[in-house]
């Protein structure tokens, strides 16, 4: 019994000496690569040109919790975002394709689908959603065909998109 417990206090003891070792040792760490960047002139401006000294200190100096400090009239938004908002308000019959399910041999399956800002539905083939009827399930999209006679594609829209 003590010759197994000298001989755990010796692996424990060496290990512990290996952890030092390890922990004291420094590696060698290569220099990063030198930074190559190329930029092409354009004719905008940066950001930081466009905001000069003055106008930061004056941000700055506002008080952002005075009383008398209150919401905008309308929610900030990049300008992109604001092209895409008026394109889906203008198209307030598009529909949103949520996720997919195919059989396995591909001949049938359904769609969980929402008609503009609705609320979302499962679609089966050959039913409609609005103006649309769904008529191809594959994984991560849907086809539909409209009401002229042309066939549309509504791909899975990916998270945060």
């Known amino acids: 019994m003590i010759r197994a417990a000298r ?6 003891a060496a290990l512990l000496g290996w952890s030092v070792w390890m922990a004291w040792r420094v590696d060698e760490i290569a220099a990063p690569p030198a930074l190559t960047t190329t930029t092409a002139p354009n004719d905008e401006t940066t950001v930081a040109e466009r ?15 005075h009383p008398a400090r209150r919401r905008p009239g309308r929610r900030f938004g990049v300008p992109a975002s604001g092209a895409v908002a008026a394109a889906s308000a203008q198209s ?3 529909v949103r394709v949520i996720g997919t399910a195919v ?7 359904f769609a969980m689908c ?7 539905r499962i679609v089966r083939l050959g039913e409609r959603l609005g103006d649309w009827t769904l008529s191809k399930v594959t994984p991560g999209a849907a086809e539909f ?4 006679g042309t066939t549309v594609v509504v791909r899975i ?3 945060g998109t």
């Open 145 to 148: 065909a409209t009401a002229n």
């Open 92 to 94: 307030s019959s598009a």
């Open 103 to 109: 059989s396995q041999d591909g001949a049938g399956g």
């Open 157 to 159: 829209a990916k998270v």
């Open 51 to 65: 905001y000069d000294l003055r106008r930061v200190l004056a941000a700055v100096d506002k008080d952002l919790f």
């Open 114 to 120: 929402a008609l503009g800002a609705g609320t979302p």
């Open 7 to 12: 001989s755990a206090f010796i692996v424990a």
